[in-house]
């Protein structure tokens, strides 16, 4: 008898509602679900497990032969990437709020939002593991033992992705592709220099930002005015990445681009932006999960002992 696949296509309801499949902590999902939120549409997530490979699964291939979240579904349509979805939604939803910048819109703010979308978000959160003499104070889920586990689960993509192109001959060109581009992309990111030269490239684009930002005024709360467009989703998304990754000291905060600071509050404070973060209990089942076995035995030495000075303590 062949073996059960480890995941199987979840059961989608077959009409034409929405699915989502993300991962709450991938920046090009945050995107889709902001979007998603500030339009009012409903839709369903469907959480895909990256931490176990179910991005390179077969029915996951089958959705998606690239192995790349998110993925929107509707009813046979497939809709694979963050801005072919964002722009499926303008689309295809027109009586919901618009976040389309027009087409007329200052040539500035068209460009910003070009750079930031060539942005390659993924390497520069594996470089500031590997680099993290830039890093100030990672917050959850990037604490220290689950970036150990991420690196070190980074190191064997490329092997398992050869794995699995034998394993699943109809993806096996993609996925030794995609295996060449990893070791590539990693060989790269040994250097420092490299990524120092990636965090200058994000320098360039946010000083642009917050020119733009100066630009607007005290009253005027997004980007390109009082309404939120595409630019304030990649920024913001872009901004709340920097914060979780323990840049944000680096690019704008303690004064450095103060038109910035205060947008990134706004951002924080925004609803529909709440809407896309991890719950506190995900955030702790993530670092629980992710941390190796020998630093839990420590935690829980160190509770013990705790709990015994805290009783004596409390005794006398
Ligand atoms: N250009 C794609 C990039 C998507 C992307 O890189 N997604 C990450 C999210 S975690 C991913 O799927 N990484 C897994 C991989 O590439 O193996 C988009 O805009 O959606």
Redesign the pocket.
Known sequence: MEDEPRFKRPEVVNDDSLVLY??Q?????Q??LWALHEKDIKFTKYE?D?ANDE??SEWFLELNP?????VLQKGLLIV??????LDYLEENYPKNKPLKLSWNENVKILNLKNAL?KLP??VITMGSFLHPRTVVAPKSPFVQPVRYTILERDET?SKR?RDYAKAFPAFNEVLQK?AEF?DRKRQMLTSEQYFLQLLDIVDHVLADAETELAKSGEDVTWIAGEDITLVDISLGCLLYRLYVLGLEERFWAGGKRPQMEKYFNRVMTSENFQHTLPTKTSLLKTIWLNTPSTYKAGIAAFSFSSMIIGSTLLKR
């Not at 690239?66 to 998110?70: D, I, K, S, T, V």
């Open positions: 993300c991962n902590y991938s920046y090009y999902c995107k889709v895909i990256v991005h390179f690239r192995a790349e979240l998110p694979p990437g963050s801005n072919r979805i979308d978000i993924g993509v992705l995609k990893h």
